[in-house]
C-alpha cells in the first residue's frame, strides 16, 4: 500500500502544499488518539463557552481546534486561517502562499455517545496583496481550492483528500503511523435509493424539498417507482463518507426553524470542501439553485443549503426547485 507523499507528488502537487497537508494530518492524528481515549482521557463533554455560531463548545472542539491552529500557522506557508470556532481569522505568516479554513469537529454532538466525528479542512490560494489579518482574503468561491478533505474518526481512522486529480481514500495504520492509499478513486454512483436528512425539519423546509420527499417516500407506488432507504449520521463527516463510499443523496436544506438561521451548513469550513470532494467523486453538489462552488462568499462563517451526492439523484432533486 502507498503512503501518502509519493500519490501527492505524482499528482504533481506543490512541495509547499504537500507539507502544509502533512501537518494538518499529523495533528488529525494527535486529535484521533485523543478521541480513541474517550472519558479516559477527560476530553468528553461541554465546556462554559459558546462559539461564534451560537452552538455550546464542546471540550472536543476546543481542543481539536488548538491543536490544528497552533501547528497549521507554525508551518511559514500559511497567511491565515478561518475556522468555525474562531471569532475572527487568525494571521499567519505575510508571505503565506496559503490559507487554511477548517470545522476542527465536525458532529461534535457524537462525542458524547461514542459515534462517528471528523475534522473537515480546506486549502484556498491566499492573494500575496493582501494583509494576512484581512478577512476578504478569505471571501473566495469553492472553485479556488487547491485541497480539500476530511478525517474520519471511526472504527478506522480515514482521510478523503482531494487536490483536483480525483478523490482518494486512506486509512491510518497506527502501527505505521501514517495514512495508506486504500481506495485509488472514489467513485459515487450515479444512481442511488439512499437519502440522507434530517426529517424533523420535514414541515419547516421550502416548498420543492417539501415536495421532493413527500415523492421520495411514496417509494415504488409514486412518481419516482422505486422505493428508497434514509440514513443519518448527524454528522456530515459520516454522511458525506457513507456517499463517498456507496453514494446516496444528502440534504441540509434552508429550513424557517430559527428565522435568524436559514441555513445550518457553513460554506467555508464543510459545504465547499464536501462538494469539492463530492464533484471529484464523480458526484454533484448544489443549493438547489446554484452550484454551491460557484457561490462568491460575503462572510466567513457564511452559512449555506447544501444537497449532494449522485449526480441523477441530485439532478432531480434540482428539478424540483425549477418547477
Ligand atoms: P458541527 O458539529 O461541526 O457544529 O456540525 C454539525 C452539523 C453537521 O455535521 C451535521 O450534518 C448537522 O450539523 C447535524 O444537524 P442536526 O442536529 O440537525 O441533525
Ligand atoms: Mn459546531
Ligand atoms: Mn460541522
Ligand atoms: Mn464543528
Known amino acids: 500500500m502507498r503512503r501518502i507523499s509519493p500519490v501527492l507528488q505524482q499528482d ?11 501537518t494538518i494530518l499529523a495533528a488529525c492524528r494527535e486529535i484521533a488518539f485523543r478521541v480513541s481515549q474517550g472519558e479516559l482521557a477527560g476530553v468528553l463533554g461541554s465546556t462554559l463557552g459558546e462559539n461564534i455560531q451560537g452552538e455550546t463548545q464542546k471540550k472536543l472542539d476546543v481542543i481539536a481546534n488548538e491543536l490544528l491552529k497552533e501547528v497549521i500557522l507554525e508551518t511559514g506557508v500559511v497567511k491565515a486561517i478561518s475556522s468555525e470556532e ?23 454532538s457524537n462525542t458524547d455517545i461514542n459515534s462517528l466525528i471528523g475534522t473537515i479542512f480546506s486549502i484556498l490560494p491566499a492573494d500575496p496583496d493582501k494583509a494576512p489579518d484581512d478577512s476578504s482574503l478569505f471571501l473566495q468561491p469553492g472553485t479556488a ?8 474518526y471511526g472504527p478506522s481512522t480515514m482521510l478523503a483528500l482531494t487536490t483536483g486529480h480525483g478523490t482518494r481514500l486512506y486509512t491510518l495504520d497506527n502501527t505505521y503511523g501514517g495514512f495508506l492509499l486504500t481506495e485509488d478513486q472514489a467513485a459515487i454512483p450515479k444512481y442511488t435509493t439512499e437519502f440522507a436528512i434530517n426529517m424533523s425539519n420535514q414541515r419547516f423546509w421550502q416548498e420543492p424539498m417539501q415536495r421532493y420527499v413527500a415523492d421520495l417516500l411514496l417509494g415504488k407506488t409514486g412518481p419516482r417507482g422505486k422505493n428508497f432507504n434514509m440514513r443519518w449520521i448527524a454528522a456530515m463527516v459520516g454522511d458525506v463518507h457513507r456517499v463517498l463510499c456507496r453514494g446516496g443523496i444528502f440534504a441540509y436544506p434552508r429550513d424557517s426553524k430559527d428565522p435568524q438561521k436559514p441555513d445550518k451548513l457553513r460554506l467555508m469550513y464543510e459545504a465547499n470542501p464536501m462538494s469539492f470532494l ?12 446554484q452550484r454551491i462552488m460557484e457561490i462568491v462568499p460575503t462572510d466567513i462563517h457564511q452559512r449555506v443549503a447544501v444537497i449532494l451526492g449522485s449526480k441523477h439523484e441530485v439532478e ?4 424540483y426547485h425549477k418547477a
Request: proline letters at 5%.
Open 12 to 22: 504533481g502537487v506543490e512541495p509547499d502544499l504537500i507539507a502544509l497537508l502533512k
Open 86 to 108: 474562531e471569532d475572527t481569522i487568525v494571521a499567519g505568516n505575510p508571505h503565506g502562499k496559503y490559507l487554511v479554513t477548517f470545522d476542527p469537529l465536525d458532529g461534535s
Open 145 to 152: 481550492q487547491v485541497a480539500a478533505g476530511y478525517v474520519l
Open 278 to 289: 463530492v464533484e471529484q467523486a464523480g458526484g454533484m453538489s448544489s443549493t438547489g439553485y
Open 316 to 319: 432531480t432533486c434540482i428539478g
